[in-house]
């Protein structure tokens, strides 16, 4: 399990408040690494999570900083350079997502997810990214995009698009900074129970019934079902992923038709098996 370890190493977590990437910061300090924490000024989980980082032993550095202001992710990122030294892990985890048909989306709406989703995990990646080749860090670089990014879903037009060019995006940076020992990769989540997608515009229930059914493994993933791939990208075990996904999603995207429900019930076929669970 040494090759999971963290200890000595530094990673930064943004949208760390609540939700995924709480329980990424929680892993990765449980794993031994100092914590950088950023989300949105005045973001109420912050503190938890710093509390959470701090209660394994490990140090948490809680940042306030809107994502979505580009111009600033530069300055933001030499200031963090400057007061906790260099950074090893980077996860850009910090999303926001809105339900609507595309025709309603306004420029506003668009731009917003835009500049979360994929401008501020260029900006900050870009930034970062030099840090960790100056200071010579084989850094790894995670960006938590979606299973749709991969295969669309209505009503989330800039969603879909957003995530779908951060894909593209990491691949780019992982050919770009390969020479440099630094991997990029993505971590793709299927649904999860977090408080994304916080106004639904329909019946939230009846659509999380009847998801349920279209997932194989029958229900949304707790967030800490995802830190496993997010520790293997992060730490030597994965030295040698790059350009790749790794995709947490109970097998939504293998599942092309959910035909399942329509076949007879399983039937274990072996002469002596007890009749099927
Ligand atoms: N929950 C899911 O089902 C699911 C599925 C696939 C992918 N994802 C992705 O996982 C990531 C985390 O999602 P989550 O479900 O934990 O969401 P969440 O809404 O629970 O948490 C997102 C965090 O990001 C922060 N954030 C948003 N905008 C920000 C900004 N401008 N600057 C700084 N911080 C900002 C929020 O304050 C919040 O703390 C997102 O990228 C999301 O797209 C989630």
Redesign the pocket.
Known sequence: MHRFDLTGRTALV??????????FATALAEAGADLVL???PG?P??AETADLVRRTGRTAHPYE?????TDELAAFADEVRAAVGPLHVLV??????ALERFNEITPESWF?VM???LD?VFFLTQRIAEHMVNDRVAGRII??????GLVAEAGLAH?NAS?AAAELLSQTLAIELAPHGITVNTL???????????EFPFDRDAFEAAYRERIPLGR??R?EE?TGALLLLASDEGSYLTGSRIVV?GGVLADQMPRTRFMPPYRNTLPSADPAP
């Open positions: 943004t949208g760390a408040a609540r939700g995924l990437g709480r329980a950023v989300d949105l973001a989980g912050l900083q809107d994502l979505s202001r850009n985890n910090a999303g926001v997502a917003r500049r979360v989703n501020a960006t938590v995009t979606s299973k749709n969603y995530k793709a989540p299927g649904m999860v129970e977090t408080p994304i997608d916080g949304y993933a967030p995802c999603d």
